[in-house]
């Protein structure tokens, strides 16, 4: 099993930064990938950024070249540095962990960007 817990989310002015974070305990071990994904109202949940257990990475095309995913191995914690905030970019931001074939989730955290 693995637990996940999210930094808290904010309410960012267009054009600000945000950074958020996500540890994982329990079988950390075991974990392949972890990633970010989001759900705005009205909205599928979608695939924000995601890194593998070897550093590969791949975002969605929106979050391209304005937004980072990270992580810190020793920490069990990836990070998604996001630059360049859009309205659009408001969501509840969710963490996921892939391990052992099955997928974790975070509470959530809301992000709103205001203009």
């Known amino acids: 099993q693995v637990q996940l817990v999210e930094s808290e989310g904010a309410l960012v002015q267009a054009g600000g930064s945000l950074r958020l974070s996500c540890a994982a305990s329990?079988?950390?071990?075991?974990?392949?990938?972890m990633g970010w994904y989001r759900q705005a109202p009205g909205k599928q949940r979608e695939l924000v950024a995601r890194?593998?257990?070897?550093?590969?990475?791949n975002y969605a095309d929106s979050v391209k070249g304005r937004f980072t995913i990270s992580r810190d191995n020793a920490k069990n914690t990836v990070y998604l540095q996001m630059n360049s905030l859009k309205l659009e970019d408001t969501a509840v931001y969710f963490c996921?962990?892939?391990?052992?074939?099955?997928?974790?989730w975070g509470q959530g955290t809301q992000v709103t960007v205001s203009p």
């Open positions: 996921n962990a892939l391990a052992n074939l099955n997928e974790y």
């Open positions: 329990g079988t950390t071990w075991s974990i392949l990938r």
């Open positions: 890194i593998t257990s070897s550093g590969s990475t």
